[in-house]
Every structure is written in structure tokens, then in C-alpha cells.
């Protein structure tokens, strides 16, 4: 399974959403401005997002998206799936050799477990394997 960049793009969304949690909403503008991407392509995204009711557009000049969740209820394979629809590594029948069947479901249920245990404050605090710690050090 390949993920596209509707996908990649609409998890730097969410994480950037995620990372100002509670701080306001954030506009586009400034996520897009922020990770060089297109402003109007993640328009195109959060549409989408919202529809799901993961995000809330705010109105306004001060406006933008938050997220209507806590990032720790809304996992990857939430966003993953409304953006890329089911995930499956290959299209197969009922008719296929049980065998491969076995193999496709399986690589399968493992993708989706990985995704599916992974929330946005995971994605947000993650750091080489390590979670990133408050403390600064001065020398």
C-alpha cells in the first residue's frame, strides 16, 4: 500500500492542528506557508476532514481549524481512511489461492494496526524513537 499525498499532506494537517491543540484555531494559510506546501490543495483536504468531524472550521478573522477532538482520540488510520479510502495492500477475490489470501489479509490487518494505534499526540511528540522531553540544556 502506497500512501499518496492526500494522505501524507493530511496528516501534517491534523499534526499541526494537533500541535496547537487548544491553542486556537490555525489557519491554513499559515500550515501551508509553514511546511511549504499548497494552500489550495489543503483546502482541498480538510474538506473532507471536516465532513469526517475530525476538524471544526472557526469563522472570522481570527479564524481557521481546530480540531474537534483531544489528539489523543484521533488515530492515523482515522485520517488515512477518509482520505484514502479502505486500506488494503492489493485487491484480491475470494477466488485467489488461500494461501496469497491469507498473506494480502494479513498484511492487511498488521497496516492497519500500526494506524490504528497510532494517535495524533503520538505523531506529535515522536522524536527518533524517543519522546521529546522538556527539558533544555545549556552549555
Known sequence: ???????????????????????????????????????????????????????????????????SKEPEQITSGDIIRILEGPISPVDFTEEDDPAKRDLWLRIRDSIASVLDSTTLADLITYNGGEAIDNYMFYI
Not at 20 to 28: D, N, Q, R, T
Not at 44 to 62: D, M, T
Open 1 to 67: 500500500m502506497k500512501i499518496s499525498t492526500k494522505g501524507r499532506y493530511g496528516l501534517t494537517i491534523m499534526m499541526e492542528l494537533a500541535a496547537k491543540f487548544g491553542e486556537g484555531p490555525i489557519s491554513l494559510k499559515s500550515i501551508a506557508e509553514r511546511n511549504q506546501l499548497s494552500e489550495h490543495y489543503l483546502e482541498q483536504l480538510i474538506a473532507p476532514l471536516r465532513n469526517a468531524g475530525l476538524v471544526k472550521s472557526v469563522r472570522g478573522a481570527y479564524g481557521g481549524y481546530i480540531l
